[in-house]
């Protein structure tokens, strides 16, 4: 199994950047996509981006795709979060999650994955 702990939220002026990390323990973190969602107040939970496990394949949601990029480091078992040109849109908690067993491809789908972090607030003020 896997456990993740998400850090690096915080309050951010509109078109600033941050960088969101999320480490994992356990076994089966180079084998697993990973994957980040968020979640704002009033609205359903939403997809941002994804990793596989070898780390040769992402995906975005469309409303980051451009700003945001994620990225792997294996051996320190954490992926990365790039987040730039930041809008007061993007507010929202932000969730780390693992699909286990899933080295060659990631899902933008929240049911596919296994196991979620506690979440890190990001705020973007205008």
């Known amino acids: 199994q896997v456990q993740l702990v998400e850090s690096g939220g915080g309050l951010v002026q509109a078109g600033g950047s941050l960088r969101l990390s999320c480490a994992a323990s356990g076994r089966s973190f180079s084998t697993s996509a990973m994957g980040w969602f968020r979640q704002a107040p009033g609205k359903e939970r939403e997809f941002v981006a994804s990793?596989?496990?070898?780390?040769?394949?992402?995906k975005y949601g469309d409303s980051v795709k451009g700003r945001f990029i994620i990225s792997r480091d294996n051996a320190k078992n954490t992926v990365y979060l790039q987040m730039n040109s930041l809008k007061p849109d993007d507010t929202a908690v932000y969730y780390c999650a693992a699909d286990l067993m899933k080295y060659y491809t990631s899902s933008d789908r929240s049911n596919e994955y296994d196991t979620w972090g506690q979440g890190t607030q990001v705020t973007v003020s205008s």
């Open positions: 990793i596989s496990g070898s780390g040769r394949t992402t």
